[in-house]
Structures are given as structure tokens and as C-alpha cells.
């Protein structure tokens, strides 16, 4: 398993900080609790849905760091869409849900 220097939780924390929204509203809209924001602020790693939603919420895309940190954004166009020719049409279906969530 890699490890990885980016803090997710840091990251999403100063978005909100820059966002000028509370922590009641951000809460709210997550449907969660106040203290549950603070949690998410402490994390290294976060559920993809989840990230998801904050990206929606504080209007920010998280995963471009994430990639930039891992370093899959290195990859070609040409590369991806060779492996994705060997996947099999369920699996590109399902990357395709997830890239439409998140370019809402």
C-alpha cells in the first residue's frame, strides 16, 4: 500500500475555511452533525461518495489533487483509453456514473 502526503481532511478544511460558509451549514447539508465536520477535517483518507458531495457542497474538485498526488494524472489519454478497451463494459459503465458525479 502507498502512502501519501496529501491529507485529505487538511485539504477539505481549508476549502471550507475559504469558502466563507459555517460549519452548521456545511453540516446540514452534508446531513450530518456539526462534530462529524470536524472529524472529517482529521482525516487522512475519506469515502469516495463522500468526497463527492464536498466536492458539490464547497463547489471544489478534490480529485484532482488526489491525482496529482498519486500521480495517476501522468498518465496519457492514450494510455486510459487502452486499458479501457481490456475492461469490461460494466466496469467502464460504472467509471463513467462516477466521472458524471462528479463533473456535476
Avoid: W
Avoid at 446531513?31 to 464536498?54: A, G, H, P, S
Avoid at 471544489?60 to 498519486?70: A, P, R
Avoid at 486510459?80 to 460504472?94: A, G, V
Wanted: contains cysteine.
Amino acid at each position: 500500500m502507498a502512502v501519501y502526503n496529501l491529507h485529505i481532511g487538511q485539504l477539505i478544511k481549508t476549502v471550507f475555511e475559504r469558502s466563507g460558509m459555517t460549519v452548521s451549514d456545511f453540516a446540514r447539508q452534508l446531513n450530518c452533525e456539526r462534530t462529524n465536520v470536524y472529524t472529517i477535517f482529521k482525516r487522512r483518507t475519506i469515502d469516495v461518495e463522500l468526497l463527492v458531495n464536498i466536492s458539490k457542497i464547497l463547489e471544489y474538485n478534490f480529485f484532482e489533487d488526489v491525482l496529482k498526488e498519486t500521480n495517476l494524472n501522468t498518465k496519457t489519454t492514450h494510455d486510459i483509453n487502452i486499458r479501457l478497451q481490456d475492461c469490461p463494459e460494466e466496469k467502464i459503465m460504472i467509471l463513467k456514473e462516477f466521472l458524471e458525479k462528479i463533473n456535476k
